[in-house]
């Protein structure tokens, strides 16, 4: 029976993480609620973006984004 040695657990590298999360390690003091605000603006220019995409087509996606969008941005409302 051989033994093996544990490796060290070594971070993963830059290539893995996405972009957000390597620059958050990178800072490494950022508050978490800053961050989850990061997070939220982020989320609501990507739904106004898919939005734009689905032009007026009538899908239960579509009404779910829009829900999304709502909510977003009544907690931007709060926010400010």
Same mark, same amino acid.
């Given at each position: 029976?051989?033994?093996t040695l544990k490796k060290k657990h070594t971070p993963p590298s830059p290539k893995c993480l996405g972009g957000l999360q390597f620059e958050n390690r $990178?800072?490494?003091d950022m508050?978490?609620?800053t961050n989850r605000n990061i997070l939220k603006e982020i989320q609501l220019k #990507?739904?106004?973006?898919? $939005?734009h995409e689905m032009g007026h087509?009538?899908?239960h996606k579509k009404?779910?984004?829009v829900k999304t969008l709502? #909510?977003?941005m009544k907690r931007e409302q709060r926010k400010n």
């Open positions: 029976m051989k033994y $990178l800072k490494g508050n978490s609620t #990507n739904t106004k973006e898919k $939005l087509d009538r899908s009404t779910n984004l709502k #909510n977003l």
